[in-house]
């Protein structure tokens, strides 16, 4: 004889709230693999939204190439979506293993609604800074998109950058640079050399530069690598132009 089947709840489930009874080393396990893709996902993400806000910004509203580009912006806002479901299982994996770490959710989502803005032309204007006075900043990130996104958002500022796609190429630039180095920007989970590592020691041949940490992870992973939370400067993946542009000039003007 068959099993009745239970009475139906007339909603749709959600697969990112249907996480079976699992081991507890099991569910360590899966939380740390969905962080790892949520950080991998960040980091492209921020390089989408970043070139597609870019590109806007040069189209005309009446240009064909106007809709190609927002249909761009429209991936990344459905790639955004993965990423809230994916943030959902995180956080109940999270729970159920006694990791209750930030949640990144609202960077994302915050991102994604960035892409799909029509940004008027910004130029450099006032916000550029003189040959005298221009500040170099020392970005070292091992994914070369994200590198040159930050690149091409800092530059039009009027600051100097630097770029590094390791920490030793970092450490090279620290010593051999001519000028000052006024910032370093640095991934905090990086190849061979993580960036708490890598701040230790660019400090120590650069002690007057200041420092700004970028992650796809939450706070905690940040935290477990090394990153002193409540005193350091972090900016979380994906960001916009105006976060990143932001968060420098109020490290930069800063004590």
Known sequence: MSRPTPPS???AENPAMSVPSLHPAETTRLGHEA???VHDLNNQLTAILGFSRILLEDIAADSPSRADVEQIASAAERAAQSAHQLLAIGRRLNAESGDRGPDTEATVEKAASQATACPGKSGTGAEAAT???METILVVEDEDALRKLAVRLLRPRGYEV???RSASEALDLCRSH????HMLMTDVVMPLMSGPELVQAATKIRPRAKVLYTTGFSHDIARERGVNIDEAE?????YGREDLVDKVRHILEGP
């Open 9 to 11: 709840s007339g909603k």
């Open 162 to 164: 630097l770029e590094a």
């Open 35 to 37: 962080r790892t893709v």
């Open 131 to 133: 040959a005298e006075d």
């Open 234 to 238: 972090i900016l979380t993946k994906p």
């Open 178 to 181: 001519e000028g000052e180095i």
